[in-house]
């Protein structure tokens, strides 16, 4: 019975910090068809093979140039030289919800050692729907809107996915889902990263 019990807890234990740790499925946006999206998906491979671009540490990750939410065009090689947080995220996702506050928290306190956090919202209805939230929020760090193209790029299937990219432009981790038992490891990394200058002539 003991044993049971026992087995029962640590089951239970198990689902709680699954719950804590989940992040949203992908965007709202229409998914392209099954056999494109998989032509897409080995094309962007086969390139980021090739390149050493992606998402995953040590790689550069995918360039891009999306609109902030008063319409000017960004680019990811504006921030060269600077260590960026990319967040993708949307609305309705409640643990990006839960990230956004401790974002924040994280850019006002380093942004003057050369932090930029860039948000990459993936809602459906874009600047219209995120711009409100942002502002109720208190979002003080760069907010652009993300598309499809985005999403197939970074192959984003579960939201929020952070980013952590150093000073030569390289991804240094790549979180998944958030819970604030990630905050310490987050800030630590950040500091790391602050303190390297970079490498690359």
Known sequence: MTKTLKVAVLLASVAVLSVGFAGCGGSEEEAPSAATATDERAEAVRVQQASGVGIEPGQTPPAFVLPDLS???????????????????????????????????LYEEYKDQGLVVIGVGLDQGGASVMAPFVEANNVTYTILVGNQTMSRDYKVRSIPMTLTIDRDGRVAAKDVGFAP?????MRARVEELLARPATEA
């Open 71 to 105: 319409g000017n065009d960004v680019s990811l090689d504006d921030f060269e030289g600077k260590v960026v947080i990319l967040d993708l995220w949307a609305t309705w996702c409640p643990p990006c919800r839960k990230e956004i506050p401790f974002l924040v928290s």
């Open 181 to 185: 038992s990630m905050e310490g490891e």
